[in-house]
């Protein structure tokens, strides 16, 4: 069972920064894809990120130049830097993990195994 655990989110002015973590549990973290999502008031979850076999990242066009996904595999840690932080931004944050995938498996579509309950981000203006 692998269990992912948010934080960092918060009350921010527009412009500045914020970075999100998820602890996940599991000894076989290096291997898993990772990404976070998030979901606005009345809308729909969209995809933000994902990082897989460690190093290939994803980003949707709405945070690219802004956010950065990284993670600590010794840590068992995903992470998410927020920059440039705007209102539309405002949003709970989960993250979600893949243990395994093949070759053409899509980040933005999943399918993924595990999600976080989310933390709550809202960028003032």
């Known amino acids: 069972q692998v269990q992912l655990v948010e934080s960092g989110g918060g009350l921010v002015q527009a412009g500045g920064s914020l970075r999100l973590s998820c602890a996940a549990s599991?000894?076989?973290?290096?291997?898993?894809?990772m990404g976070w999502f998030r979901q606005a008031p009345g809308k729909e979850r969209e995809f933000v990120a994902s990082i897989r076999e460690n190093t290939i990242t994803a980003y949707a066009d709405s945070v690219k130049g802004r956010f950065t996904i990284s993670k600590d595999n010794a840590k068992n840690v995903l992470y998410l830097q927020m920059n440039s932080l705007k209102p539309e931004d405002t949003a709970v944050y989960t993250c979600?993990?893949?243990?395994?995938?093949?070759?053409?498996?899509?980040?933005?579509?999943?399918?993924?195994?595990?999600w976080g309950q989310g933390t709550q981000v809202t960028v003032s203006s």
């Open positions: 599991g000894r076989t973290f290096s291997y898993y894809a």
């Open positions: 979600t993990a893949r243990r395994t995938y093949s070759s053409n498996w899509v980040p933005v579509l999943g399918p993924y195994d595990y």
